[in-house]
């Protein structure tokens, strides 16, 4: 199936023909193309968002939220389709897809359509001096929206819902490793009455296409989700042209156990953190520390628990791990574990390829849990962003929060205790942006999401996402 873009509320082969294989990784099989878009594509969606933006950013509120909540409704109409299509681009778990990935997309709008209704500025009385402040929040422009291919259609819409919402026309491209269900948006977006030219989708290469989009002098500004080094680089390409920037990059994130906290609870959620979604959310507890006294226990029944998980094909209702997502990815992690274990890193479980039968050429890995006895080593350091944890004793407080804090990434934190001192002492002093404390990945979409050091700049989320899309005016009036 040939996947096309989305420019002025029509699908459109790319202008030079050219088109790129779109892999199943459950198989190995090329299923479809997606077009290799040119600068020119780019400027074609560009010129539509141009077009588009007068009337969308003078559309009222109320306008505005009933067609981001009717494109909420017909994704959750569309559920199946859509998890369906989601799970086969990406190898997820089919289970996952319906109730994570395209639920959170559906909610992504809900919310937005709601939160743009309630969303405020300021005004300050200059008293003694006659005069009164008050702040616009106006919508920036043409912007460029750019997600990566963990969380598909759930990273794509948690940027293009508030950009819309705020009154924005964008310029968007998914990831071109899982283009499937960003391509399916549009139908939804014109059912659903989006005027056209307000979403334009472009499909293609980071190199090409998204290079295009952040190059662009006059697409205002960038929201980002991806890997750090492309992090690095679109600040670089951005910064001399004053876009605005929000980033949300890479991370490895501690997931810290202390003694006294509610043990099968933690080992529960433990399992969910290290290797959902094959491990490849950003999120995930990369690097497990755990405090000496339950080392030896924990040890044995986390890698017990890990040898149950079920390795299969990803529309199978029982599989709890698919397939990773390419075949470049499934090589860079099998790197990863050789890299371990030339550190004297242990292999407690997996570290294998998995052949699945009938899909032998499917890009299958077993959950892989890994001891290691030296917290500065590669495999604790660098983002693998796959299958694989750590695992290492800490003996106190202070020894762990070196250790979590001793990375360059600095996106969220897990913390397990019922010790009420300590979670306030650790949660303040973890760098990172998101501190789950007795939970992990619980979302509440109000609250700021992002991270410190290597994992980004700006948050998202809530009304920060809206601030992001909007710029702050203040128009002073002396009476
Ligand atoms: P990449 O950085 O490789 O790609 C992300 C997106 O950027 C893709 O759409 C990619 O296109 C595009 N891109 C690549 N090069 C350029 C360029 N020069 N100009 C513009 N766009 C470009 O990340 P991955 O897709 O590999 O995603 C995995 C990474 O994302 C991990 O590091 C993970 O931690 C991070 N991530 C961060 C999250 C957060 O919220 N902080 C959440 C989820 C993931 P294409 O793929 O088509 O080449």
Redesign the pocket.
């Known amino acids: 199936m040939n996947i096309k873009n989305y420019i002025n509320g029509q699908y459109e082969n790319p202008i030079n023909k050219e088109w790129i294989d779109n892999y199943c990784p459950a198989n190995g099989e090329v299923y479809g193309k997606i077009p290799n878009s040119s600068k020119a594509d780019v400027e074609n969606a560009y010129n539509a968002a141009q077009s588009a933006f007068p009337s969308w950013s003078q559309t009222t509120f109320e306008a505005r939220s009933r067609i981001l909540i009717k494109i909420s409704e017909l994704l959750e109409a569309n559920l199946q389709r859509f998890a369906e299509a989601e799970s086969k681009d990406n190898g997820k778990p089919i289970s996952l897809a319906k109730t994570v990935d395209i639920p959170r997309a559906a909610s992504n709008f809900r919310f937005f359509g709601n939160a743009i209704t309630q969303f405020a500025s300021e005004s300050h009385e200059s008293v003694g001096h006659n005069a009164m402040n008050y702040t616009l929040r106006q919508p920036i422009g043409v912007v460029g929206c750019?997600?990566?291919?963990?969380?598909p259609l759930y990273?794509f819409t948690w940027k293009i819902a508030p950009a819309i919402a705020a009154g924005n026309c964008l310029v968007a491209?998914?990831?071109?490793?899982t283009p499937m269900t960003a391509y399916l948006l549009g139908e939804i977006c014109n059912e659903a009455g989006l005027p056209k030219g307000v979403l334009n989708i472009v499909h293609?290469?980071?190199?090409t296409?998204?290079?295009a989009?952040?190059e662009h002098p006059d697409i205002k500004a960038i929201s980002?989700?991806?890997?750090?080094?492309?992090?690095a680089?679109?600040a670089k390409?951005a910064a001399p042209m004053f876009k605005k920037l929000s980033l949300?990059?890479?991370?490895k994130n501690p997931n810290i156990i202390f003694a006294d906290c509610d043990y099968n609870d933690m080992l529960e959620t433990t399992v969910r953190s290290s290797f959902s979604n094959q491990g490849q959310?950003?999120?995930c507890g990369s690097r497990i520390f755990v405090e000496t006294s339950i080392y030896k226990k924990f040890k044995k029944d986390f890698v017990e628990k890990v040898k149950k998980l079920k390795v299969g094909h990803p529309s199978d209702e029982s599989t709890n791990i698919g397939a990773l997502v390419s075949k470049t990815h499934l090589e860079k992690v099998l790197n990863y574990i050789e890299i371990a274990k030339n550190e004297n890193g242990i292999i407690l479980c997996g570290g294998e390829q998995v052949i699945v039968k009938d899909f032998e050429n499917g890009y299958y890995l077993e959950p892989t849990v890994i001891e290691v006895s030296n917290d500065e080593c590669r495999i604790n350091q660098e983002?693998v962003?796959g299958p694989v944890v750590t695992i290492m004793p800490f003996n106190n407080e202070d020894e762990v929060l070196q250790m979590a804090n001793k990375v360059k990434y600095g996106?969220s934190a897990t913390l397990w205790t019922n010790d009420l001192k300590r979670t306030m002492r650790m949660s303040s002093q973890i760098q990172a942006g998101i501190i789950w404390v007795n939970t992990w990945m619980m979302r509440d979409l109000r609250t700021p999401?992002?991270?410190v050091k290597a994992?980004?700049i700006g948050r998202e989320g809530g009304f920060e996402a809206l601030r992001f899309f909007t710029e702050a005016k203040n128009v002073c009036i002396k009476f």
């Open positions: 750019i997600s990566p291919w963990n969380l990273l491209k998914p990831s071109e490793v293609g290469l980071g190199t296409t998204g290079q989009i952040i980002f989700t991806g890997g750090t080094i492309t992090g680089h679109i390409v949300e990059l890479g991370g959310i950003c999120l983002e962003f996106l999401f992002g991270g994992s980004g």
